[in-house]
């Protein structure tokens, strides 16, 4: 079994940053193995794809947050970051971390382990 615990999230005003970080953790988890991933979930929405690393740490960003949002990981320590700046009031969302075996993924669906979210608040 795999854990994900978020943490970072807050309230911050339109152009901030903050930094999210995820810890993973299990009887038999190793990171190394893992793609890791970030979601987001707004009020009223659908849950959508944010960024997702591979074990190489090669990358995958959605378009909206390309050029603003940084996610990289730390196997050694089990744990996954995304760094956002340049912050706007729609990337108010909870923020998942998932993982899931080798390939990376955009979809929600092919991710069979998650945290239990942490809330970014982007006041204009």
């Known amino acids: 079994q795999v854990q994900l615990v978020e943490s970072g999230g807050g309230l911050v005003q339109s152009g901030g940053s903050l930094r999210l970080s995820c810890a993973g953790s299990?009887?038999?988890?190793?990171?190394?193995?893992?793609?890791m991933g970030w979601f987001r979930q707004a009020p009223g929405k659908e849950r959508e794809f944010v960024a997702a690393?591979?074990?190489?740490?090669?990358?995958v960003y959605a378009v909206y947050v390309k050029g603003r949002f940084t996610i990289s990981r730390d196997n050694a320590k089990n744990s996954v970051y995304l760094q956002m700046n340049s912050l706007k009031p729609e990337d108010t969302a909870v923020y998942y971390c998932?993982?899931?075996?080798?390939?990376?993924?955009?979809?929600?669906?092919?991710?069979?382990?998650w945290g239990q979210g942490t809330q970014v608040t982007v006041s204009s």
């Open positions: 998932t993982a899931r075996v080798r390939a990376i993924s955009v979809s929600t669906s092919d991710y069979p382990y």
């Open positions: 690393i591979r074990s190489d740490s090669s990358t």
């Open positions: 299990g009887r038999t988890f190793s990171m190394y193995a893992y793609a």
